[in-house]
């Protein structure tokens, strides 16, 4: 049996690093140094930092002690809540990607490009500083780490933020079956999610929703609802919040995730 479950458990680790191996790729690099820190595009706001003022704004007259942003890829939202937080924690399966939130952390720059089209690049730097993020980036950490194992450490937060991630874990319900571990009693669980739902990622029967269950359409919010309920209350009505993704300077990936709030009530 335990024989079993080891075997199992490294069938899932090498799922993961399989279907996360995009995610160390040179472009997926570029497209999410971007996205976190490039300009607007096409008119739709920041999305982790949008992410973080919705939570800062939820967070009023709460205390704001520690945060846990889980999936937090090259960092904008974990920097942005280091101005509402004493103290920020990201973490993200790909090493990449936490290697150039660090690197921003510790230098305040980094460098990336980007394809313009074809073979043709260009070439970007982000300052912490023209953000307005320089002087609280010493209350942030970044860790590479995986969000279906996390250590008890990261426990004792009054929010975790986990921004598009659900859809890419092999076992949703598992995580969230467990992640009140990590939220204090009181505090917010923020989860953002495009609900986009591949058998990739997620063995089918493990989709929270977008599926039939004995026959009856359920829904990813319902099935949120259901996973959460024996620790978490939901806190006002879900929000639609836009992202992009810059593919080359012609073409956008454009999505909606839709943000919803729980407070833990036990």
């Given at each position: 049996?335990?024989?079993?479950?080891?075997?199992?458990?490294?069938?899932?680790?090498?799922?993961?690093?399989?279907?996360?191996?995009?995610?160390?790729?040179d472009a997926a690099v570029s497209q999410y140094c971007d996205a976190h820190y490039g300009p607007q595009r096409l008119g739709v706001a920041n999305f982790p930092a949008?992410?973080?003022?919705?939570?800062?704004?939820?967070?009023?007259?709460?205390?704001?002690?520690?945060?846990?942003?889980?999936?937090?890829?090259?960092?904008?939202?974990?920097?942005?809540?280091?101005?509402?937080?004493?103290?920020?924690?990201?973490?993200?399966?790909?090493?990449?990607?936490?290697?150039?939130?660090?690197?921003?952390?510790?230098?305040?720059?980094?460098?990336?490009?980007?394809?313009?089209?074809?073979?043709?690049?260009?070439?970007?730097?982000?300052?912490?500083?023209?953000?307005?993020?320089?002087g609280s980036a010493y209350r942030v950490a970044f860790h590479q780490g995986n969000a279906m194992q996390l250590d008890e450490q990261y426990s004792g937060n009054d929010?975790?933020?986990?921004?598009?991630?659900?859809?890419?874990?092999?076992?949703?319900?598992?995580?969230?079956?467990?992640?009140?571990?990590?939220?204090?009693?009181?505090?917010?669980?923020?989860?953002?999610?495009?609900?986009?739902?591949?058998?990739?990622?997620?063995?089918?029967?493990?989709?929270?929703?977008?599926?039939f269950r004995a026959g009856i359409p359920l829904s990813s919010l319902e099935g949120l609802r259901r996973k959460l309920a024996a620790h978490f209350a939901a806190v006002?009505?879900?929000?639609?919040?836009?992202?992009?993704?810059?593919?080359?300077?012609?073409?956008?990936?454009?999505?909606?995730?839709?943000?919803?709030?729980?407070?833990?009530?036990?």
């Open positions: 049996m335990k024989s079993r479950s080891i075997l199992q458990q490294s069938r899932e680790e090498k799922s993961l690093v399989t279907c996360y191996s995009r995610y160390h790729s949008r992410l973080a003022q919705l939570c800062a704004v939820a967070m009023e007259g709460n205390p704001c002690r520690r945060a846990l942003d889980l999936g937090c890829a090259v960092g904008r939202a974990s920097f942005e809540l280091t101005t509402h937080f004493d103290q920020v924690t990201g973490i993200d399966y790909s090493a990449r990607f936490i290697e150039l939130a660090d690197r921003l952390r510790n230098y305040g720059t980094i460098s990336y490009q980007l394809v313009e089209e074809g073979e043709l690049i260009s070439d970007h730097q982000v300052h912490l500083a023209d953000l307005g993020l320089a929010l975790v933020l986990a921004a598009n991630l659900i859809d890419r874990l092999p076992d949703p319900g598992k995580f969230l079956a467990g992640i009140h571990r990590f939220v204090v009693p009181g505090g917010l669980l923020a989860i953002a999610s495009p609900y986009n739902w591949l058998e990739s990622f997620t063995p089918q029967h493990k989709w929270l929703g977008g599926r006002g009505e879900p929000l639609e919040v836009a992202f992009v993704i810059r593919e080359n300077a012609r073409k956008f990936q454009c999505g909606l995730s839709q943000l919803t709030l729980w407070r833990r009530i036990r």
